[in-house]
């Protein structure tokens, strides 16, 4: 297949745009001899059309573009396909009779759509996997990196290939059908190895899937230990063994694309060999990232006098708070705190979390939070809490492990204190319809199903919360978000201008190696595919890059609305 492009102005003798699934460039001898080529065919008519040809061993094909453009593509292979033609072509009509300078904008991200292939994999493992679960930690991994926790994910540049993930709990596999969706993809991964499920119910599950779909089946076996057991699953079963025990997300894809037979090259190679989004596009393995920055942990109202709290929210699903503290919620209730100014937040610090505290009416509110906001930031907000509390007064009893008994109170909560920063061009879209009639409250459950009927996949938060109500409609998205109902994709496309607004933390820096670079580039004046040009990164990756960017609230792009998402 075609999997590097040059575009070269015959005016000025010079290569103006390229684009490339490949590491390495094409060798600039290659380059000239193509040139060469194209001219001593100047006289016939195969200057008006897309020539296949064969040089020094490399399928090659020249295609003008306009009077004075020539784009020179590359196969990784000695002969250029049919498909190949017919894609050169399509490109061709893509980028149109205009000049090279008036095409170099468009050129990288118009091949990009041309020529990269889309697949699409669902990886059936455990939600929680073991530390010696290697596959499984992977998956859970890749999908959280993709934001992939039901419907398939945002693509993700692997080579000449655009990769799609979602993720099947295969303890809910067990006594359900295959979605439809799943009919669609082009491999099923199944995890071997899972605790909680036999080697009899994993046959089953596979021999199932085998029943109800076509489409190929392959076995990972989740450590070394497990190899001979997926091995006679596939002499048993008849699927494909995937024999690589892949500790990482991208291991993991390149061994499953190579076992699927979705490409002929060795994953070792492939890493070698292609550009991958891998946080870099330089290096073959990202750098060890440092410890996450802790952000909002929990949230209690604890009756000072009991020292029992009567409402409990965690904004993790395990609070690191109960693992580092367990006694957290009485020693709470012995701070010596002064409650002469109703609106006084006290911020203590003990290792690497503060506590927000005010108290009011006996009561104490406390916000315990890492250091993803600074101190002034949270009193800003905290201090009118009590206040939305007395609003309410809720008197129905919550469980923090329930989240159908959440009061009004928990949606003010997140509005006023989101755990996550959604960018206005978040798109929240549906993944699973929660069961109505098992909210406590009705007033909660008719707020959230009106707002789970706006989220068509198509608004983005801007528009979502613009009106009367925003803030509440933002705390029932993350409450919605919190319980695996809906999730949110960043839609950042490549004509997009971006402006920095805040600085990444080190995680982000630690990821990305031109960051740095592509930093200093996001002006306000330059789009993304310029910003790519010049730092020499596909502006698929730089997709990745601004919109985790985006997503953590660093960067704003022009024509964007700027939308105030916090309480008033």
Known sequence: MIVAALLYDLKSFRVVSSASFMRKEPEQGLVQSAVEKYHEL??????????????????????PVGEMG???????????SADDLQRMTEFKKRLGDRIPRDIKGSFASEFDSCFRKPVSYWFISSDNPSPEDRSGTAVKSLVQRLDATGLLSEPRPLGPLAVRVALLSADKMLGAR????????????????????SGKTLRELLSK??????????VIPSSDDQLEAARELETELGIQLCDFVAGQPTDLLLSVTASAGLTDMHPELARETWVIDDGTVDSPRPKAAPGKVLGHQAFF???????????????????KVLERAPNVVAAISMFDLDSTSPNKTSVFRTG????????????????????????ES?????????????????EIHSDPDDLYTAPAFAVKLLATLPPEHLGSRMVPYRVREPEWSRFRSGAVSDFLKA??????????????????????????????????????????SYSDVPSIVSDPDRELFSMYSHLKEILTLADGRRSIVEIGETVGVAPSVLIMVFSELHKRGCVEFSGEKSTSLKAS
Not at 301 to 319: A, M, W
Not at 353 to 375: N, P, Q, S, Y
Request: charged share 25%.
């Open 178 to 197: 295959l979605p439809i969706e799943a009919k669609s993809v082009d491999c099923l991964a199944v995890v071997t190895g899972i605790p909680a499920m």
């Open 301 to 319: 109202v604890i009756n000072r006098k009991t020292g029992d709290p009567v409402f409990t929210y965690y904004y993790e699903s395990k609070s």
């Open 451 to 492: 707002v789970w009927d706006t989220l068509d996949g198509k608004r983005n938060i801007s528009q979502l919360v613009a009106g009367s109500g925003p803030v509440m409609v933002l705390g029932a998205i993350h409450l919605l978000k919190k319980m695996g109902a809906i999730n949110a994709k960043s839609v950042v």
């Open 378 to 394: 949270i009193r800003s907000r905290f201090s009118f809490l009590p206040d939305l509390y007395f609003d309410e007064a809720p």
């Open 352 to 375: 690497d979390l503060k506590f927000a505290i005010i108290e009011r009416e006996r009561l104490i509110f406390t916000l315990i939070t890492g250091d993803k906001e600074d101190v």
């Open 42 to 63: 100047v006289q016939t008519d195969s200057k008006r059309r897309c020539v296949p040809l064969t040089m020094n061993g490399s399928g090659v094909c020249l295609l």
């Open 209 to 218: 899937i085998r029943k109800s779909s076509s489409i190929p089946v392959l």
């Open 70 to 80: 020539l784009v020179i593509g590359f196969s990784d292979t000695r002969d250029v």
